[in-house]
């Protein structure tokens, strides 16, 4: 009997196997290193397909290989997970409807194509399977491919860090320290929703009043909480950067009691500052004296029965003189264009004062008061004249009348046209009869 042939044993490629192992970690260097955009470069998606399709021919190529399996397994995971990530996601959003976003259909058509292409790579790493396997370069592969998806996250995390410097002031604009801010953090998600990204906190605020809070830039927005004993909750969000071009993103200041009660906006700089006041407890809404709501509409047109005068008490409107507010709306030509003008002229020893409705929190910022509608005790005037009474939202007129025992603040909308004797006038009012100042 012949003696069988043994065949000899396969010997691993050493180089290979460095290269196969390395090569894969361009992957969290190029995440980490390359500049963050709002939306992802095309030809950064052409190299990933590129990248997709040279993997698969290698693992089709060189299926008798041991380290081929340092190729297989990540490609195998990444692809699987991506699917599943993909249409996941897609079956999560609700589609259509009136609200549906105008792109909707156009970002569904691009997550189908990748959900797609990421199906066919993981049918084809089942396909072209190793024919060997390594039980080492097996355990090499698991490992190496959890580490970098451990880490691209984190590279992530750190390309798109941008911190957001947060200066916690008392009512008297003074740095007030030993302020507690939680903060969460939320990504721009599928049909423009927020995604949770991160929290954190309590971050203290120093004798400076400031806390630096770890946040992300572009279209990330943080929400946060700044809490002391002996005063108010103030929350605030920084909104998200939508466009790498944005000069400014938007800000807004909430309270336990009024969501968005104030908003502005803030410069796009890295990294993001803004300033907070947070308001004593002495000043919160007073439950037993809820500051009462009017809305208020007339005729304020260019005829003798027009009622222009309104009672800010009652929230009234007549052709009774001996009101507190008379409105009058007139026209002036700007070029070409005849644009309408509301004067409200305070009568009977009324003062008003208006204030524009955005607020500034970084640089000049915008007084206290206005930022949590309290009534200024100085700076009215016997009239104001709003620009665009049409334009919503318009600004905030503060009203003191009856010696300053009692405060009101309106909002106004008007409209009419200069060849028609009828004119729109809608007064949103909100008083508070106890003569407090605190207007929320």
Not at 47 to 67: E, S, T
Not at 245 to 271: M, Y
Not at 286 to 300: G, K, L, T, W
């Amino acid at each position: 009997m012949e003696p069988t042939e043994q065949r000899p044993k396969q010997q691993s490629n050493w180089i290979a196997v460095l290269v196969a192992t390395v090569v894969w970690w361009i992957i969290p260097i190029v995440v980490r290193v390359l500049p963050r955009s709002d939306e992802p470069p095309a030809g950064f998606a052409f190299a990933c397909l590129i990248g997709l399709g040279i993997a698969l021919g290698l693992c089709a190529q060189f299926r008798q290989a041991r380290w081929i399996v340092l190729i297989w397994i990540p490609l195998l995971f990444w692809t699987g997970f991506g699917v599943l990530k993909t249409f996941g996601a897609i079956a999560s959003e609700s589609h259509g409807g009136p609200n549906a976003a105008p792109l909707e259909g156009v970002a569904t058509l691009i997550a189908l194509a990748v959900g797609l292409i990421l199906s066919i790579g993981a049918v084809l790493c089942l396909v072209w399977r190793p024919r060997v396997f390594s039980v080492p370069l097996l355990i090499l592969a698991i490992a190496n491919t959890s580490a970098i998806s451990y880490l691209t996250p984190l590279a992530n995390r750190q390309a798109t860090r941008q911190d957001i410097i947060l200066h916690v002031l008392d009512s008297q604009g003074r740095p007030l320290s030993g302020a507690e801010v939680r903060y969460t953090r939320y990504g721009y998600g599928p049909g423009g929703r927020d995604v949770f990204d991160a929290d954190g906190g309590p971050l203290l605020s120093g004798a400076d009043g400031v806390v630096i809070i770890p946040s992300r830039r572009m279209r990330y927005e943080t929400k946060g909480t700044i809490s002391k004993t002996g005063f108010r909750d103030v929350l605030f969000t920084v909104e998200m950067q939508y466009s790498e071009w944005d000069r400014d993103r938007g800000a807004t200041v909430s309270t336990p009691e009024t969501a968005n009660i104030a908003h502005g906006r803030i410069p796009a700089t890295d990294p993001v500052t803004l300033s907070i006041y947070v308001p004593p407890l002495t000043e919160a809404p007073d439950r037993s004296r809820p500051v009462e709501r009017i809305e208020a509409r007339s005729d304020i047109g260019n005829h003798p029965d027009a009622a222009r005068f309104l009672n800010a008490e009652t929230g009234k409107f007549s052709t009774d003189p001996t009101g507190d507010l008379r409105f009058d709306l007139f026209f002036e030509m700007d070029g070409q264009y005849e644009r309408p003008r509301l004067r409200i002229t305070g009568v009977n020893g009324t003062k008003v004062l208006q204030v524009p409705p955005s607020i500034s929190l970084s640089g000049a910022l915008s007084p206290y008061e206005h930022v949590f509608r309290i009534a200024p005790e100085n700076g009215y005037q016997d009239e104001v004249v709003i620009q665009q009474p049409g334009s919503s939202p318009g600004p905030m007129i503060y009203v003191s009348a009856r010696g300053g025992r009692f405060y009101a603040r309106m909002t106004v909308d008007a409209s009419g046209r200069s060849n028609e004797t009828k004119a729109r006038c809608s007064v949103r009012l909100f008083t508070n009869n106890s003569g407090s100042r605190l207007l929320e």
